[in-house]
């Protein structure tokens, strides 16, 4: 079948990557994709977002299935578009109503309230209980965590160690609307104190497939220090994510928010993306997204030995839970190389060197996030240009063959973090 990918990031290059492997794939579409997206498949120069244009090239390509990579075509309702204007074209991913577990925080807190799912006690508020907000601010023990309740490109949520910075904050959020329309409601919730992974499931909205795990490493400095970013690298499997662990994640965790699902006649067949902090070992639920995390794409997919179209299609068909998930039993880790700058005002544009001739084995990856083709040169087009994913016997051999590949690459104030895994190594 012919199938188009939206998305244009290291998310999306991962997942062309894996879907061109599939026997049911004849010809990938990615919309509008990077340069690296190019090598599996064709760009099309259509935004995302575009519904309407995305139905005529459907139509006119004979597009068999739509895999959504980002997540804010999800939130603006691209599923339920598709279900009106092409039904017979499936979706991978949940109706504009499912989406809101990551479109809105209050949202997800509520979701999670109501089917007993453990997570951080939280409020929110908006102008109209601001003063209320600012009393509850000043009373809240420390750290205390505010979060922008709608989409925020990754930047929304922002811990303060003391309540002076905590009302500042808060009025920069909702008086100075720092995030837009994202910050007209905030959620205040409890700093939880633990340490951070990922799990990813693949629903139909009823049945679910774990299909991996990952621990992402946001900060931009060495040792978790300085600015929060989208991502700097992760690794998979991550130690801590035993057998003990993961039972307590499925029965606490997974089970009741697909049971959730289910109970609500909310339609999702899609990613659902558990951001999960361990505290003293028992797993509390930080966020939901409604779409796979970037980069943890790229340690998941190389991992997971399915079809993955396959898997897509039993979505579709309602057999998802016939299917037997197989992961590979190697260590795996991807390294982020980002422009210097970033996450602060960085330079677009620059020339990649080194891609052209690499060394590297066949257990390591370039996965390209962003990117551009121009002419026979490939240039930069985002703060965090590309990842390298490499697999090993364990997590510290994985890091090093990925670190070896980046240290042939290069472009002008190129930077990534030389202790991805650090705790684990």
């Keep these: 079948m012919n199938i188009l990918l939206l998305g244009s990031g290291g998310r999306e290059h991962a997942l062309a990557w894996k879907m061109i492997q599939s026997k049911h794939c004849d010809k990938l579409f990615i919309a509008p994709g990077n340069a690296g997206t190019a090598l599996c498949g064709t760009n099309i120069h259509m935004s995302a977002t575009d519904f309407e244009m995305q139905k005529k090239f459907c139509q006119e390509n004979e597009i068999g299935l739509v895999v959504v990579g980002p997540e804010e075509p999800l939130v603006k309702g691209v599923f339920d578009f598709y279900q009106q204007a092409l039904p ?77 910075d905590a009302l500042k904050t808060f009025e920069e959020m909702i008086i100075n609307k720092q995030f837009g329309d994202a910050s007209s409601k905030v959620v205040i919730e409890e700093f939880l104190d633990g340490i ?82 361990s505290v003293n070992n028992e797993p509390y639920v930080i966020e939901y997204n409604c779409r796979m995390g970037d980069p943890e794409t790229e340690v998941v997919m190389p991992r997971l030995q399915n079809d993955l179209v396959e898997l897509f299609l039993a979505v579709h068909n309602g057999n998802l839970k016939d299917q037997e998930i197989k992961y590979s039993d190697k260590a795996y880790a991807t390294v982020v190389a980002v422009s210097g700058g970033y996450p602060g005002d960085y330079k677009k544009n620059l020339k990649i060197s080194g891609l052209d001739n690499l060394k590297m084995e066949n257990d390591s990856i370039v996965f390209h996030a962003g990117t551009k083709q121009n002419g026979d040169d490939v240039l930069t087009n985002g703060g965090r240009v590309l990842t390298v994913t490499s697999s090993g016997g364990n997590i510290t051999e994985a890091v090093n063959k990925s670190k070896e590949i980046l240290q042939q690459i290069s472009f002008d104030g190129m930077n990534f973090r030389n202790d991805i895994g650090y705790e684990f190594r």
């Design 88 to 164: 017979d074209v499936p979706v991978i991913g949940p109706a504009a109503y499912g989406a809101q577990l990551e479109g809105s925080k209050a949202f997800s807190k509520k979701f999670m309230q109501r089917h007993s799912i453990p997570t951080a006690g939280y409020a929110e508020f908006t102008t109209e209980n601001f003063e209320e907000g600012k009393t509850y601010i000043a009373n809240h023990s420390l750290p205390v965590v505010l979060k922008a309740d709608g989409l925020a490109a990754g930047k929304g949520v922002v811990i303060n160690t003391t309540h002076e």
């Design 196 to 277: 951070e992974t990922s799990v990813f499931v693949l629903t139909d909205g009823k049945d679910y497939q774990i299909i991996g795990h990952a621990k992402d490493y946001k900060r931009i400095g060495e040792g978790d220090t300085g600015l929060n970013t989208g991502g700097m690298g992760c690794v998979t499997p991550v130690p801590f994510v035993d057998d003990v662990f993961m039972q307590k994640v499925i029965s606490r965790i997974i089970e009741p928010t697909i049971n959730g699902l289910a109970a609500e006649n909310i339609t999702y067949k899609g990613f659902v993306f558990f951001g999960l902090i």
